[in-house]
């Protein structure tokens, strides 16, 4: 019995060291996670940014249709066309926008319904599908001009008549309405519908057949900012307009003259183009280089001609 009690003894000392105690559960001691031992959370995904569209540029190309008005631009992958040139004329219209991939169009401008500059809008209509047509609708009496409004009517066109301050965009770019500023009706030429586009720090000016009268009226009109890198010189360069103090108001870099070889009424004027000269750095003519074209890619303008890199005379 000693010896039960002794080795009784021993076993309870033994428990005690070593943290048991007969008759009750065993209890450890469990170490706090570590940064190292805390589980990781997964990742969450996030979502994928919508690609956006890059900038491809600004494009405008004054089209070698003779003696008239035909322009097409081009915006970061939307276009434009600015008047179809004469009669028999829309198919070299058609034929160079197409080249440029262009298969629709945002907008189809008709400055005014002189024939040189509405004559070949017909095939234009019929190539391309468009989104708006702007269109003055100061009356002409001209069979082109006729035949035009009755094709707007036949397929339902209703043309906008912009007012003088309106803005519309054309891809990352924008055109301004600066004219007619009033009604002439004694000279169509005065109700020609005049933009000027702005595509990054660039501006192109553009006023149709506008005479010395509207270059007047927009000199005087208050908020008016009338310099321009680019400028079409008004009225394919007859004695009608570009006066001097208008010119100097633009200040173009670049000017371009709309006018043809064939046309019998002495344009350009000899003593305008002298006087377009002296107000530019670089005078270009569809009658001397074909087709003038100016990219631009927001700060800088590049020009390319069809034919020669000057023109001349």
Not at 61 to 70: K, L, N, Q, R, S
Not at 86 to 97: A, D, K, L, S
Not at 259 to 283: D, F, M, Q
């Amino acid at each position: 019995m000693k010896v039960f009690v002794k080795l009784l003894t021993v076993v309870l000392a033994l428990a005690m060291l070593i943290g048991v105690s007969v008759g009750c559960d065993v209890k450890q001691d469990v170490p706090e996670p570590t940064e190292e031992t805390k589980p990781t959370e997964a990742p969450k995904e996030e979502p994928t940014p919508e690609p956006t569209a890059e900038p491809k540029g600004f494009e405008l190309h004054f089209i070698d249709i003779g003696t008239g008005d035909g322009m097409l631009l081009i915006c970061d992958g939307e276009a434009m066309i600015i008047d179809s040139g004469n009669v028999g004329r829309g198919e070299t219209m058609v034929n160079f926008t197409k080249g440029k991939g262009v298969e629709k169009l945002k907008y189809l401008v008709v400055t005014h319904g002189h024939a040189d500059h509405v004559g070949g809008m017909p095939e234009i209509i019929e190539a391309f599908p468009f989104e708006t047509m702007l269109m003055d609708d100061a009356p002409c009496d001209e069979v082109p001009y006729k035949n035009l409004v009755k094709i707007i009517e036949e397929r339902g066109i209703v043309p906008v008549d912009p007012e003088p301050g309106q803005v519309y965009q054309l891809g990352g770019g924008s055109f301004e309405i600066l004219t007619p500023l009033k009604f002439d009706p004694s000279n169509l030429n005065n109700n020609s519908i005049g933009i000027k586009f702005t595509y990054g720090s660039n501006t192109f000016l553009l006023l149709g057949d506008s005479t010395s009268t509207v270059e007047s009226q927009l000199l005087k009109k208050e908020g008016v900012d009338l310099k321009a890198d680019v400028f079409k010189a008004n009225h394919h360069a007859s004695t009608t307009g570009n006066i001097k103090k208008f010119l100097q108001a633009v200040a173009p870099t670049y000017i371009c003259v709309q006018v043809g070889t064939e046309n019998k009424l002495g344009y350009p004027s000899a003593a305008t183009i002298k006087r377009l000269k002296e107000n530019c750095t670089e005078l270009y003519r569809n009658d001397v280089n074909g087709t003038v074209s100016f990219y631009s890619d927001g700060t800088t303008i590049r020009a390319e001609t069809e034919k020669v890199p000057d023109a001349e005379g």
